[in-house]
């Protein structure tokens, strides 16, 4: 083969290599397009769901729609508000903890006095037979958030019982109890933070 034909060889699947890569390209757009509605609808209902499980009741609002972002030890939070009428209800929002095999993170409601409707973890890769009791389906451990406030237990008692809290903890398994305890504690502690800004109430003006 002559250096000239080699040339024209290497030119021509060059041209092809690119026509193709450029469909594919341009398919995977189209499908990405096709498909991106469906998937942020899809999103959007996962989140309403995992909302829900921890705010009962009736609400007026688009819980997706109605949302305020302030900041937090992790980063910003955002929080979904749901309200009677004008009132802010209630507020749900994450809350996260380190538990044995990584982060653990959970859906909290909280109540405008301060009371916890309801907590569901979301994400965890804690050990399964131990470290998945803190899923409904697994154990009924996490109800007993509901009804909890930073008053009943006190602050110091809202721990796991190894650590003079109220709390149990798994047979054989302190960390993912106590990492969601903590952070169920550490929501409660932001709520009384930002409960003014939160709830849209005006700030309290100290003489």
Do not use: C
């Not at 309801?118 to 804690?126: F, P």
């Not at 930073?150 to 709390?167: I, R």
């Amino acid at each position: 083969m002559t250096l000239e034909a080699l040339r024209s060889r290497l030119t021509y699947q060059s041209a092809l290599l690119g026509a193709a890569a450029l469909l594919t390209s341009g398919a995977l757009a189209l499908a990405s397009r096709a498909t991106g509605p469906a998937i942020e609808a899809a999103a959007a209902e996962d989140l309403k769901q995992s909302l829900t499980q921890v705010l009962p009741g009736q609400y007026d609002n688009d819980l997706l729609k109605d949302t305020v972002v302030l900041p937090g030890p992790d980063g910003d939070i955002t929080v979904y508000r749901a309200r009677k009428g004008d009132l802010v209800a209630a507020v749900v929002f994450q809350v996260r903890g380190r538990g044995y095999a990584g982060p653990v993170v959970s859906m909290m409601g909280v109540d405008r006095d301060g009371h916890v409707l309801g907590v569901r973890v979301i994400r965890h890769k804690e050990t399964p037979g131990l470290g998945d009791k803190i899923e409904p389906a697994k154990d009924t451990w996490i109800f007993a958030f509901d009804g909890k406030s930073l008053n009943d237990p006190p602050a110091a008692k809202f721990a796991v019982k190894k650590d003079g809290g109220v709390f149990d903890q798994f047979a054989g398994g302190t960390i993912t109890p106590r990492a969601v305890v903590n952070s169920g504690k550490g929501g409660l502690e932001f709520f009384g933070r930002e409960k003014a800004r939160l709830l849209d109430e005006p700030k309290e003006v100290k003489s």
